[in-house]
């Protein structure tokens, strides 16, 4: 039989046990948990009311007795590192009498860790895993799981050895950067003692999104020694697109790049080049790359030279009947054209040879090379202006020798002279010198009347020419005064007409015996001044 009571000498509970002849045993504490490593005294005390040949403690461990009397020892136990059970017993007069008590041990995880968390793939489900390796008792023993401060999943460790606590969720973009962790929690509440917890380091989720196209990669497909063009590569739909890096590659060449973020979309900017020695086709490599995955794009690049054609003229300056020698010459493959030459098949080098007059002064000749690179046809072209050295020219194309103007009217007056250099013009009136009017005269006036002597002079000579100017004028004013009567409306028409042609007829009178005054003047010898 067994009994639970309170024993003066000890105070707590005691495990009473009656043997034969009336022999009683007690243990103090029965059952208590101290923690790994840690001691504890035991009371073993025997009521007999006859001999006593044996009294002890049994247990594996360490054991000391520390104090005793004829009927109750205390025993002291030191570095206890695992649960047990203790025995104390006893004989009185011959016969055997005990009980039993248990000892457990408490300490705390060796070491609680979430597992690597590393690069999720939004929409994709991943294992938060925490291992626990140590603490007792197990079945004390629960781990939780927690985003931020929000717990995810609560589990008992279990018994394995080290034990694994696992939620399986599901990788979401409101998820990136967000703090995960794992807490064990041994609670040792019902025996008296506290909730002891520990938690593992934090843990960063990266989630990410990448497209599965290919970024897009805008270079010219051609790109000419010596002449920086701009590379752009960018991909949209990349989340997020600040941790992306970027490499953008012509060979082992990497250039310097600008990386720029919008949202989800990404922007890498270069500048390439290339060298004489680098003319040929090369690959240019944009490759994106995001937590373990990138994607690619590959593109061909050629690089080339074409330097403009050599477009000489054998004087860039000439005299009028002088012969001039005009020659294009191409660079490397490329072949040449040269206007004014009839098209004939294209060649490195074409020649013309000219007998310049005036009229070529300013002519342009253009001599256009032709480069075909990665089947595509390139061309580069080069100007030369011929400069033709001649005399004055007035002719009547530049400056008219007769005009007739009715005083009055809008009239305006051109007079160039032609030349290069340029000639110095001045005209002017026979008799009192007055300067020839040109350019707009507004209403014309009769004072503007006169024969013109005009010259043009340059280094190179001299040019005449006479100019006449005839303002015709009313010398006598007419009036015609016509009864009126009350007639047809066709009748008033033919008065009408009869007025204007009388006065078209006095008109051309009066212009033609304004020219036969001009060509007396100029047949008649001038006066000397």
């Known amino acids: 039989h067994t009994l639970c009571s309170s024993h003066p000498a000890s105070g707590p509970l005691h495990l009473l046990l009656f043997g034969l002849g009336g022999a009683e045993i007690s243990m103090w504490p029965l059952n208590t948990i101290i923690p790994k490593g840690g001691s504890m005294k035991v009371n073993c005390s025997v009521a007999c009311d006859g001999n006593i040949t044996s009294f002890g403690l049994e247990t594996h461990w360490h054991k ?46 060796e070491y609680v860790k979430l597992a690597n968390l590393s690069w999720q793939r939004e929409g994709q489900h991943f294992n938060l895993s925490c291992q626990v390796s140590g603490g007792a008792p197990r079945t004390n023993l629960s781990a939780v799981l ?81 002449t920086p063009v701009s590379v752009n590569c960018s991909l949209d739909g990349l989340f997020p697109a600040s941790e992306a890096t970027v490499h953008l590659a012509r060979g082992d060449h990497r250039p310097p790049l600008t990386i720029t973020h919008n949202g989800d979309s990404l922007l890498a900017k270069t500048w390439i080049n290339g060298t004489e020695k680098e003319q040929g086709t090369q690959y240019l490599v944009c490759e994106i790359m995001l937590a373990d995955e990138k994607v690619v794009t590959k593109k061909n690049v050629t690089f080339y030279s074409f330097p403009p054609p050599n477009l000489t003229l054998s004087e860039p300056e000439v005299s009028e009947g002088t012969t001039v020698s005009i020659e294009c010459q191409a660079h490397g493959e490329a072949v040449v054209t040269l206007n004014e030459v009839p098209a004939e098949t294209p060649s490195q080098r074409a020649q013309l040879k000219l007998n310049v007059s005036a009229e070529d002064h300013g002519r342009s000749f253009s001599c256009s090379a032709a480069l075909t690179v990665a089947g595509h046809v390139l061309y580069k072209n080069q100007t030369q202006v011929l400069s033709v050295l001649y005399g004055p020219r007035l002719d009547e194309r530049d400056c ?10 809008h009239q305006t007056l051109t007079c160039q002279a032609r030349g290069n250099p ?78 204007y042609n ?16 001009a060509a007396m003047k100029l047949s008649t010898p001038a006066s000397p001044p």
């Open 146 to 226: 927690f985003r931020g401060e929000e717990e995810l999943f609560r589990q008992s460790v279990g018994m394995e050895e080290p034990a694994n606590v696992t939620f399986r969720m599901l990788a979401s973009r409101k998820d990136h950067g967000a703090n995960f962790s794992c807490r064990t929690e041994l609670n040792l509440q019902p025996q008296g003692l506290e909730l002891f917890w520990n938690s593992s380091a934090p843990l960063k989720l990266q989630t990410y999104v990448l497209p599965a196209t290919h970024p897009h990669l805008a270079t010219p497909e051609l790109v000419e020694v010596g």
């Open 64 to 109: 000391t007795e520390v104090d005793h009397r004829d009927k109750w020892k205390i025993f002291e136990l030191s570095n206890v590192e695992n649960d047990g059970t203790l025995l104390c017993h006893a004989v009185c007069q011959g016969n055997q009498t005990q009980v039993q008590g248990n000892l457990t041990v408490y300490w705390f995880p």
């Open 400 to 409: 008219p020798g007769n005009w007739t103007w009715p005083e009055g009217s």
């Open 422 to 499: 340029t000639p110095k013009l001045i005209c002017r009136r026979e008799g009192d010198g007055a300067l020839l009017p040109t350019g707009d005269l507004g209403p014309v006036k009769r004072e503007i009347t006169g024969t013109y002597q005009c010259q043009a002079t340059s280094s190179r000579g001299v040019a005449t020419r006479v100019v006449v100017v005839n303002v015709i004028h009313n010398q006598n004013n007419m009036v015609i005064i016509i009864p009126v009567a009350a007639v047809a409306i066709l009748g008033s028409v033919g008065v009408a007409a009869y007025i």
């Open 502 to 517: 009388y006065q078209r007829k006095i008109q051309k009178y009066e212009l033609q015996k304004a020219q036969e005054n």
